[in-house]
């Protein structure tokens, strides 16, 4: 099976081709590489199906847009690579992370007009999904509240998922001091924006609350469905600005990516929190949505 094999056996789509994983490499002067020049999406795939994969298509569009990367690829294209990659190698519940660099352009901090792209697709398989599947995620999480700050919007764009993921990265190196899964991020002002890789979601006298996007905010795909599950649901929805104080004062609370879509945080810098009735009603509301990709199966 896909799943008991050595990541080396895998196959990845580079620069338009399928190649052995051994062999997946993108030259030492890819703009990518050289200064974190690319845009990149997350995807998960249930029963051989990328999830949201409008959603993802748009943001990755709109990265590339907010740092002015015209590929000239079609969204037909991109999909019809992420598909080879997953027929390559036999999965259907899967990771995929879909790559868009600059290319190889003189050494220069200023990138040329002419783009020759370098496109990449890896994957790896995951659980299933759905009410018969199993967490990607270990337990709840243990969060911790970052002293790295997000990088402001007018800096860096917030909107845009780029390879310039130092900021993220910075944040989870703290994450080792207390044995935290997430890093949970504030914004210069103090207010929470979100975690290292995920969005952040608390309940407060049963209202879903979480960081509005006009803040430094990832526009998460799996945050959007949350929202919408929310609605739909008939839970009262807020989006604002929040303090420390709100999140540790919640009765709930969660992270939320595509990987772990929904993850419970246990607690944050030693103090309790965990899942509740508002975030299990999510849970099962986002695995119904999951589990009609399986419905031919079962």
């Not at 990449?120 to 700050?149: F, H, Q």
């Not at 130092?166 to 103090?190: Q, W």
């Not at 945050?223 to 839970?235: F, G, K, M, Y």
């Not at 929040?242 to 929904?262: K, P, R, S």
Request: net charge negative.
């Amino acid at each position: 099976m896909a799943e008991d094999r050595n990541a080396e056996e895998f196959s990845y789509h580079v620069g338009g081709e399928l190649v052995p994983a051994s062999r997946a490499t993108v030259n030492v002067r890819d703009r990518g590489f050289l200064y974190g020049d690319a845009a990149f999406e997350t995807i998960r795939t249930y029963g051989g199906e990328p999830f949201e994969w409008e959603a993802h298509a748009d943001r990755l569009a709109g990265t590339c847009e907010s740092i002015g990367l015209v590929h000239g690829i079609d969204d037909e294209e991109l999909r019809d690579r992420v598909d080879e990659t997953l027929a390559a190698n036999g999965l259907t519940d899967a990771y995929v992370r879909l790559s868009i660099t600059r290319g190889i352009q003189p050494g220069k901090l200023t990138p040329d007009r002419e783009v020759d792209p370098t496109v990449v697709v890896i994957v790896a398989p995951l659980p299933r999904g759905g009410p018969n599947g199993e967490p990607a995620w270990d337990g709840p999480a243990r969060a911790t509240i970052a002293d790295t700050r997000r990088v402001p919007d007018a800096a860096l764009p917030a909107r845009a998922k780029t390879h310039n993921y130092l900021n993220g990265v910075l944040a989870r190196l703290e994450c080792r001091e207390t044995n935290a899964d997430e890093a949970i991020m504030l914004d210069d002002d103090g207010a929470l924006t979100e975690g290292a890789t995920s969005n952040l979601f608390f309940v407060d006298d049963e209202v879903l609350k979480t960081p509005a996007l006009d803040g430094p905010v990832l526009p998460g795909v799996t945050r959007a469905v949350v929202l919408d599950l929310a609605r739909e649901s008939a839970i009262p929805v807020e989006e604002g600005d929040y303090a420390v104080e709100d999140l540790l004062d919640a009765d709930e609370a969660f992270l939320t990516n595509t990987t772990w879509e929904l993850r419970p945080i246990e607690s944050v810098d030693g103090a309790a929190l965990d899942g509740g009735p508002v975030t299990d009603r999510l849970w099962r509301a986002f695995s119904e949505r999951v589990a009609v990709r399986y419905e031919s199966e079962d």
